[in-house]
């Protein structure tokens, strides 16, 4: 599990998905072999899951990954960086 920095580059469904399975937390977390406060954590939005958690967690739903997590690219520093850095070379 990795910090997921600035909020707003990656958000996530789960709960709203969790909650129509009718699962806790807790029953969530044992079905992708995670901890609750794993599952607290990514649904807050305070950590990103490892590829393979995530991975788990949309399987658990069935459905497809981008069901379950949302990437913002506008709100990425990275390539916020990289943008500008090709936006200034292009006027050279």
């Known amino acids: ?3 997921a ?3 707003g580059r990656v958000t996530n469904r789960i709960r709203r998905l969790r909650e129509a399975a009718g699962l806790t937390q ?5 079905r992708v072999g995670a901890t609750r406060q794993t ?4 649904e807050a939005e305070k950590y ?7 991975f788990r967690i949309a399987h ?15 709100n990425d520093p990275v390539l916020n960086k990289l943008k500008a850095k090709q936006d200034k070379n292009k006027k050279q």
């Open 60 to 74: 658990t739903f069935n459905v497809q990954l981008s069901d379950v997590f949302i990437y913002n690219p506008e």
């Open 1 to 3: 599990m990795t910090a």
């Open 48 to 54: 990103a899951p490892s590829l393979e958690l995530a």
């Open 39 to 42: 599952i607290i954590a990514v």
């Open 5 to 7: 920095g600035g909020r």
């Open 26 to 30: 807790a029953e969530l977390a044992e």
